[in-house]
């Protein structure tokens, strides 16, 4: 059990445009998402901590309206990198909470990640 | 400010034993947890101590003690397959996650 799907896997785009990436928790309802990113050789960084019904809240430094983070409903947050940048390529990761789990209420579910380049 | 401290790099061989250690100074402690990640994936988990000693699961254990701000990850019987990047994240008193910039483990044979 807690698998957490990420869509999608890898996506490449072009210069300015925009891209939307998908994470669900298929099978528990997660409150809390989390979203990271992660550049070659160095450790995961908090990009925002998303929250079902309400607000993201992002970590410093972390521009919120050019990275949308929406989540709808206890099983999806999707994130929308805006006007990517080359600078922008990275990998992304979402993870999940299973809040009313049996294990430790606050391990992080890991989705497998999505590698955005950005041309 | 928060701190979590490990080796950036260790090296090892097939067959051996290895100890990866974790040093932290975070506001509050709900708990540490030791990830492995490796490259191009995502972390998955591997353990979690919220009260001092050792948790033993299979070839790997993982100890803590909160008095000193310490934790270890133990590696049994390596494996080749073993080689990645090993994360310790600390649970503060918020809640949130505090990750360390991992050590990567490499295996020789």
């Known amino acids: 059990g807690a698998v957490v799907s990420q869509h999608p896997s890898w996506v490449i785009c072009k210069s300015g445009t925009s891209v939307k990436i998908e994470c669900r928790s298929l099978d528990f309802q997660a409150t809390t998402m989390f979203w990271y990113r992660q550049f070659p050789k160095q450790s995961l960084m908090l990009m925002a901590t998303?929250?079902?019904?309400?607000?993201?809240?992002?970590e410093q430094g972390v521009e919120k309206d050019k990275f949308l983070i929406n989540h709808a409903s206890l099983t999806l947050s999707t994130l929308t990198v805006t006007s990517a940048h080359p600078e922008d390529s990275s990998f992304y990761i979402c993870s999940a909470r299973d809040e009313w789990g049996r294990r430790s209420s606050y391990e992080q579910y890991f989705g497998p990640g999505t590698r955005l380049t950005v041309t | 400010g928060q701190n979590i401290d490990q080796p950036t790099e260790m090296t090892a061989t097939e067959g051996a034993i290895v100890q990866i250690n974790c040093t932290y100074q975070?506001?509050?402690?709900?708990?540490l947890f030791w990830y492995q990640q490796h490259a191009g994936e995502a972390p998955t988990f591997l353990s979690y101590?919220?009260l001092d000693g050792l948790e033993e699961k299979g070839r790997f254990s993982s100890f803590l003690s909160r008095s000193k701000g310490y934790s270890y990850l133990l590696l049994k019987e390596l494996q080749m397959k073993d080689s990645a990047s090993y994360l310790c994240?600390?649970?503060?008193?918020?809640?949130?996650?505090?990750w360390g910039a991992g050590t990567k483990l490499i295996i020789k044979p």
């Open positions: 994240a600390v649970l503060d008193s918020n809640y949130q996650l505090i």
């Open positions: 975070t506001s509050g402690f709900n708990g």
């Open positions: 998303s929250n079902e019904g309400s607000k993201a809240t992002y």
């Open positions: 101590n919220v």
